[in-house]
């Protein structure tokens, strides 16, 4: 119909910053206008009503859910949407973070067409004094707040003491910055969990979130808790790892604005992959997607004020705070930094393989 569809390219309505009272007001508003000039004043009474009627219904499916792609980043684009960090690991990982003409020499990161590969090095053998296994770490030059961003991964690093993460945050100020952990775990334990960490005063509901997945913690301060932050674990077990890999991978999606943060993961194989995800569209409709399988709200957390515009980060670190406290506990053979410094092969399959990553605002 006509109007209904003028109505959903109406701008007030993508915007979804402010109140739907307020919405429906504006909208009905500008749905008459619209449909007054398009149709004339003749048209029957029950049309006209008729119309306004799918306006109203259209503006609750609509709201906020409308994008255009702003980065379309495939292959070698990567090398020019991300810096390379060459910092020591936070996490006191057993890597040594280098810069991009050495992860290109070294083969450590690789382009080609569609393909980005990122890993670590899987060939040499370290000393106890030396430095930690070549890695690579990379940080979105641009910045985001209210947007879209998916990440179409063919593989992801797998094997024993790997800590593999695709996060966002405000390098500088964290945790008062915000920290968004789309896809993030340690020694091949599937599920994915998705999690925010941030400065004291946000959490989450306990109930009524419409995800697939199961609460963690909800507390998402990050100075509490051992920095666990509240995290959704999903409910796919090939979200993650090895599983993840087997499958081919598949598609995760992070949707942000001030209203709430939401995570999507659809499996290589799935039935549900939305055709503007699986396709890259140019202008996507997240109202199209589903329920996703981590929903942040903003109910006990003002969103705008614990989140600033983030950086996305990939990392891939080994051992550590995470991955090597719980080594043993995840069946893995001698101990992380022994295993890390003697078996380079145990990291051959220790690398990402992005397909794409389209960013929409
Ligand atoms: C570099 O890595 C890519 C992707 O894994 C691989 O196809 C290629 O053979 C590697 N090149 C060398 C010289 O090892
Ligand atoms: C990446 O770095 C951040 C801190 O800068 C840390 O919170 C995260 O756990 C790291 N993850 C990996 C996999 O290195």
Known sequence: MHTTANCQRNPLVSVGERSSQWHRLEYKRSCVRRSESLVYSKMPRYLCILAYIACFFSVTRVLGATYSLSDNVLGNGFYDAFKWETIDDPTHGRVKYVDQGTSRSQNLTYASGDTFILRTDFKTYLNNGEPGRQSV????????????????????????????????????????????????????????????????????????????????????????????????????????????????????????????????????????????????????????????????????????QHFDAHSIIINLTLCGDWAGNVYEQSGCPSSCVDYVNNNPSGFRDAYFDFAAMRVYQ
């Open 137 to 304: 770490r990379i940080i979105s030059k641009r910045t985001y707040t209210t947007h879209v961003a998916v990440f179409d991964v063919r593989h992801m690093p797998q094997g024993c003491g790997t800590w593999p993460a695709i996060w966002e945050t405000a390098e500088g100020n964290w945790p008062y910055s915000g920290e968004v952990d789309i896809v993030e775990g340690v020694n091949d334990q599937a599920p994915n969990a998705a999690s925010l960490h941030t400065g004291p005063g946000c959490s989450m509901p306990p109930a009524g979130r419409d995800q697939t997945g199961t609460n963690g913690q909800l507390d998402c301060n990050a100075l509490v808790n051992g920095n666990t932050g509240c995290g959704v674990t999903l409910s796919e077990r090939n979200s993650y790892g090895p599983s993840f890999n087997n499958n081919g991978g598949g598609w995760y999606a992070l949707e942000r604005n001030n209203n709430f943060i939401k995570v999507w993961f659809w499996p290589r194989n799935s039935g549900s992959v939305p055709s503007d995800v699986r396709n890259g569209a140019q202008r996507i409709n997240t109202d199209g997607w589903g329920t996703p399988a981590a929903h942040f709200p903003n109910t006990q957390c003002n969103i705008a």
